[in-house]
């Protein structure tokens, strides 16, 4: 029994000495083969980047001929990693190398292998070396089963770029995972001027998600060429479209699109005249003061936020707009203007000026102070007759807020 | 014979620096690298370059703090300075030269690029290669 019962524990413990001996062998190895790759990449680096930043047409000569089964992963880690920190002709050159040195051939193979991360890996490896060859290839992995794949397929095709990369990701909009939407709408926006006119082509072929999505992508890239184009998009049936469109329009920015803005103020969806009156204070659009101020009285808040803030960076203009509604006979209208008042600083403007001697500016300040008082907006006011350094602003307010000023003090 | 001139390279990146530094080096110029910002100041103290490389994102002092502690000092006080860094928006740019970079690249960068600025802001304070 005793005897059984030894050699129980020593074949356990056998076993975990063979373990043990086992695991500290192959952490040897690992260190000794990492601390092998170090030294060699201090060797192989200066000489691939000597050759990085010359004109020898080939990379061999620089790592002593053809490439060794022992460097092969040494040489890919430091092409691919100064590939991805540079532009121009170094990174072209060292893209070269890595099609030269047969990295390229060989992730091209790795989008066939049966394991989905060597997949999305070598699309991944195929972007950074800008392998312009492996495009339809690349086009083929869009429609990858595993949706990790079909992004670094669409993410490499962005980063070769070029027309012919362009197609196929607008096509890959109409992925039917809104996520993969989002993600491919990233890199065509990352790809600026070169996906407009494809975008603008493919549109009638999307489904809606791809079509939201386009617009916010031509509203990021900013180009003037899809303004006409764009404004268009305001008599779509899909109310999403019409406000997408409007954003679009108010983030490029150009000043002929101020009156399609105006006419979307009139849109009978309340987010479209909300994304219109924010895009016209974007375009600065002066023109648009009167309907901006008529929207100030829609029954939607975000309508009237927008169009407050845009009659501010309007500018001078819209500042005395904004003080007209004061008088409005909407209140909500009055509330907005009041709020913008405050918030653009005019109102602390004016009050400064109650502090100078009689005069055409004073009465103007008092005039507004009045109105602010008449329908009841004196909360910031009141702070002001509290805290305000100049002892006459003070003086001034509290008369005109009907309030007794404490004497000489209640400002530092 | 003409001194190479002197440039100090401060990125917290190895593999950046390293290609920065060969860049230089390629063409004659004598590169020191600093791994943080705290390093970049003292290099610069001590070996007095004619030109700073720096990136903005580094531990211990960033980008902008170097360029401050830079400036502060007499002696340095007119050494160009290039910031290179992954901050691409335009208040990171705005604010790099606010601080008194002489110029800013926005990384990945083209290398040639780089060069020429360099080469042109050396030639300015009259050190050539």
């Not at chain 1, 990790?148 to 095709?157: D, G, N, P, T, Y």
């Not at chain 1, 479209?272 to 100030?296: D, F, S, Y």
């Not at chain 2, 100041?41 to 030109?51: G, M, Q, T, Y």
Request: proline share 5%; aromatic share 4%; charged share 30%.
């Amino acid at each position: 029994m005793y005897a059984v019962l030894a050699y129980s524990v020593l074949a356990i413990g056998g076993v975990f000495l063979v373990l043990t001996g086992l695991i500290v062998a192959n952490k040897a190895w690992r260190e000794s083969r990492d601390a092998w790759r170090r030294t060699r990449r201090r060797t192989l680096e200066p000489a691939i980047l000597s050759w990085a930043h010359g004109d020898a047409p080939s990379v061999r000569p620089s790592i002593g001929g053809a490439l060794k089964r022992r460097d092969r992963l040494v040489v890919e880690g430091i092409l691919l990693d100064h590939a991805q920190r540079v532009r121009g002709v170094e990174r072209e050159r060292l893209g070269r190398a890595l099609d030269d040195l047969g990295y390229v051939d060989r992730w091209i193979r790795g989008l066939s292998s049966w394991r989905w991360w060597q997949r999305a890996e070598s699309a991944e490896k195929l972007g950074i070396a800008g392998a312009f060859r492996a495009i339809d290839r690349l086009v083929r992995s869009l429609a990858d089963d595993v949706p990790e794949v079909r992004i670094r397929a669409a993410k490499a095709l962005g980063a070769v770029g070029g027309r012919a990369a362009v197609a196929p990701l607008v096509q890959a909009l109409r992925e039917p995972n809104r996520w993969s939407t989002i993600r491919i709408a990233d890199i065509l926006a990352g790809m600026r001027h070169d996906v407009v006119r494809e975008l603008m082509d493919e549109y009638p072929k999307m489904n809606r998600d791809a079509r939201l999505a386009a617009l916010d992508i031509l509203a990021k890239i900013r180009s003037l060429e899809p303004v006409a184009w764009l404004e268009e998009r305001l008599s779509d049936p899909d109310r999403d479209v019409r406000a997408r469109a409007c954003h679009a329009l108010g983030a490029i920015g150009s000043p002929d699109s101020g009156p399609a803005l105006v006419r979307a103020l009139e849109d009978p969806e309340w987010p479209v005249r909300a994304v219109a009156a924010k895009g016209i204070g974007r375009i600065r659009h002066a023109a648009a003061v009167q309907p901006l101020c008529a929207a100030l009285r829609d029954r939607e808040w975000w309508v009237r936020a927008n169009a407050a803030e845009s009659l501010r960076l309007i500018g001078p203009k819209g500042i005395e707009a904004l003080d007209r509604m004061l008088d409005d006979r909407d209140v909500y209208a009055r509330h907005q203007a009041v709020l913008m008042l405050q918030e653009s600083g005019e109102l602390d403007r004016q009050v400064e000026l109650l502090g100078r001697p009689d005069g055409p500016e004073r009465e103007a300040a008092e005039f507004l102070v009045r109105r602010f008082v008449r329908i009841g907006q004196v909360g910031r006011l009141r702070e002001l007759q509290e805290t305000h350094r100049d002892a006459k602003v003070r003086e001034a307010l509290a008369a005109l807020l009907g309030i007794a000023a404490a004497p000489g003090g209640g400002a530092p | 014979m003409v001194k190479p001139a002197r440039v100090l390279v401060a990125d917290d990146d190895p593999v950046s620096a390293r290609f920065v530094a060969s860049l230089l080096e390629e063409r004659g110029y004598e590169v020191v690298v600093a791994g943080d910002g705290e390093h970049a100041v003292d290099a610069a103290r001590k070996l007095r370059p004619d030109l700073i490389v720096c990136d903005v994102v580094m531990p211990y002092r960033d980008g902008f703090d170097v360029l401050r502690s830079v400036r502060a000092e007499p002696s340095l006080s007119s050494v160009p300075i290039v910031i290179v860094s992954m901050k691409d928006r335009e208040e990171d740019i705005v604010r790099g030269l606010e601080a008194g970079a002489d110029d800013y690249v926005v990384k990945p960068f083209n290398a040639r690029e780089l060069l020429t600025r360099v080469r042109k802001l050396l030639n300015r304070n009259g050190r050539a290669t």
